[in-house]
């Protein structure tokens, strides 16, 4: 038999706290009760716009209040707990403006990393100002459509 679950779709942390206490109150078997509390966290950590992968983030300050979070509504010595939290030290290392890891280059560098060097199909670069050295397969059936023999073995071009 299949059952369809159609679940609440979070809008704020605290419908999310809320649920919790609820299991919490009933005072069931604590491994069915977390696993309801994880699927309730799950749903939350998808759809509401406060979970932290639809917000990010973006200090230490608030990858501790989100820790904290995680401790109330996950029990802490769980391995689920310490898998989320693992997943949102990765976004504050990655997001974070206060993130050790993330990297802080000058207005020079960022620039210049912004700079997209156009190239067309012929392999010519629209920003280059020097002599261009294009290479052409001989072998390729593109080049040589007309089904003639190459005239020598190379590809060279003639001196100009």
Known sequence: MLYVVNMKNYQFMSDLIEDINITNGLHMDPDKSFSINYELYNQWYEVSPDSFKRTGVLTRELMNIYSTFID?????????????????????????????????????????????????????????????????????????DSGKKPQTRYNLRTRG
């Open 72 to 144: 109330q509504v996950l029990h802490p010595s769980r391995v689920e707990n310490k898998s989320e939290k693992y997943k949102l030290f990765q976004e504050w290392k990655k997001d974070g403006i206060d993130s050790p890891w993330k990297q802080v280059c000058s207005e020079e560098d960022f620039e210049a990393a912004s700079t997209l060097i156009k190239i067309s199909e012929e392999g010519i670069s629209s920003e280059w100002k020097g002599d261009h050295t294009i290479f052409v397969d001989i072998g390729s059936s593109k080049d040589n």
